[in-house]
């Protein structure tokens, strides 16, 4: 029963939007987060129907991560500046930088998951329009993501560490960052980069900070 409503809310996901003309910026990201979802549940829960679904649906899903490529702000002036001078650049509005760096996140992801899944069903594939031979950026910044209005995210943004990541390239956040600067989106990222033993010895300062607060409140 489970694995039907899966099916047929997939499905529905693929009709309805198939129907529609114009879609705003917003509904252009939330379409593709919905079936970059389904496709993550229905190419490797190992149902081979579902999987069979999501491979029909591999298409339409790099045609809408390749559409929101339009409408990214891909950090390009940011990148080329030094850490301080990025400090003085705040974004205007906190809910737009919101809103751009999922989009930029949401790129990154459904990339990266089309691409495995290509890798493994054909580890001798070669695809000409890779993505990755194009620079996709994205900032890596836990007290962004925390900032809980517009006064403290600009206070975060002037006063904490964030970095520009371009695809998978830490070494400079590696050298100069430390845990409790990592999200939960970079966390991820990281193990694939330094390995999940690494990854926990660079993230302990921030759990034990994360544990002494739990302990005194």
Not at 56 to 79: F, P, Q, S, Y
Not at 88 to 111: D, H, K, L
Not at 200 to 206: G, I, L, N, S, W
Request: glycine share 6%; hydrophobic share 45%; charged share 30%.
């Amino acid at each position: 029963m489970t694995i039907r409503a899966l099916s047929g809310s997939a499905r529905e996901l693929v009709e309805m939007e198939a129907c529609r003309i114009v879609s705003t910026p917003i509904e252009k990201l939330a379409r593709t987060q919905a079936l970059f979802l389904y496709q993550v549940i229905r190419l490797f829960d190992g149902d081979i129907a579902l999987r069979a679904q999501g491979e029909k649906d591999m298409g339409l899903l790099r045609t809408w991560v390749d559409e929101l490529c339009h409408i990214r702000d891909n950090l390009g002036d940011l990148a080329r500046l030094e850490h301080s001078l990025v400090k003085e650049r705040s974004p205007n509005e906190w809910e737009q930088w919101v809103f751009a760096e999922c989009v930029r996140r949401t790129i990154f992801m459904g990339y990266a998951v089309i691409g495995l899944y290509e890798l493994l069903k054909d580890p001798g594939h070669l695809d000409v329009s890779e993505p990755w031979a194009y620079v996709h950026r994205w900032t890596l910044g836990r007290a962004l993501w925390e900032a809980s209005s517009s006064a403290e995210f600009r206070r975060a943004w002037q006063e904490s560490p964030h970095f520009v990541i371009a695809n998978f390239m830490f070494e400079k956040f590696v050298e100069n960052g430390k845990g409790e600067d990592v999200d939960e989106f970079a966390e991820i990222l990281l193990s694939l980069y330094m390995g999940v033993d690494e990854m926990r010895e660079f993230m302990a300062p921030r759990k034990i900070v994360e544990w002494r607060h739990g302990e005194s409140t």
